[in-house]
């Protein structure tokens, strides 16, 4: 539910897109797509294998210009902001941006996202005492993310669906207003899917996220709506009920459920 604005008026969604594009030469990878992203709801965005999801993420944080059409964040036109602007005004990827530093502890990985956060960006430089005040911060992300156990080990040698988690928290140090998910359980373990899906869950409280997933029993447990691409177009979009039994969508993944 969108929190109210003042006198009384909803709030503007927290993210929309009108006539969104992008043309590779004379190909479409996104058409024409108008969607909204409501305050405090995990939105998934799935669609078959050339669907125009991560274009459509790229186009939404910036790291690709658009051909035509608009994007406001929170009613603001960020249609031609830098990303690294985009995002410092709370609209954070995770996962396929966010890279971990193999030899560093997860301690110190999440040290370098909160020194991100804190505006003082990476400085490789500064003595290990410097960075003891981000280390209640620190504690408390791993807390969040199950990985207290684990602080001073190196990043490297977490299990696949730990190195997840830690991402996810790297993504949090950042404090972000929306966080987009893309593709956060791809190559994982059934015995790790339901350890995260809890984070996404947990990390979902208190702000708004957009998420890509394969899954669709996960895209069914976690998501309160979901919007549906195909051959880069919005086919359909509703609470997961709705989707399921839309016959285009039933078309569009007949045979095969994943990107």
């Not at 004379?26 to 992203?37: C, M, P, Y």
């Not at 031609?80 to 890279?99: E, K, T, W």
């Not at 890509?212 to 998501?223: A, W, Y």
């Amino acid at each position: 539910m969108r929190a109210p604005a003042a006198h009384g008026q909803p709030a503007p969604p927290v993210l929309l897109t009108e006539g969104l594009t992008r043309r590779f030469g004379g190909f479409h990878a996104v058409r024409n797509v108008s969607f909204t992203l409501n305050e405090g709801e995990i939105h998934g965005l799935i669609g078959p294998n050339g669907a125009g999801k991560s274009t459509l993420f790229n186009l939404v944080t910036r790291m690709l210009p658009a051909s035509s059409g608009r994007i406001l964040y929170r009613g603001q036109d960020i249609s031609r902001m830098p990303p690294a602007r985009v995002a410092r005004m709370g609209l954070v990827r995770s996962f396929q941006i966010s890279a971990l530093f193999g030899e560093m502890t997860s301690r110190q990985n999440l040290h370098v996202a909160l020194m991100r956060g804190s505006g003082l960006g990476w400085r490789a430089w500064m003595p290990d005492r410097s960075l003891r005040r981000f280390d209640p911060a620190a504690q408390d992300i791993a807390a969040r993310v199950g990985l207290t156990d684990v602080l001073d080990q190196p990043a490297a040698a977490l299990s696949y669906g730990r190195k997840r988690a830690l991402e996810l928290g790297m993504a949090l140090a950042l404090d972000p207003g929306v966080l987009l998910l893309d593709e956060p359980l791809a190559g994982m373990g059934h015995e790790d899917i339901d350890t995260v899906c809890d984070l996404i869950r947990d990390a979902a409280r208190g702000r708004t996220v957009l998420m890509v997933e394969h899954n669709l029993g996960v895209v069914e447990r976690l998501c309160d709506r979901v919007t549906v691409l195909q051959r880069g177009e919005v086919i359909a979009s509703g609470d997961y009920t709705d989707i399921a039994a839309h016959p285009q969508v039933r078309s569009a993944y007949l045979g095969a459920e994943d990107d």
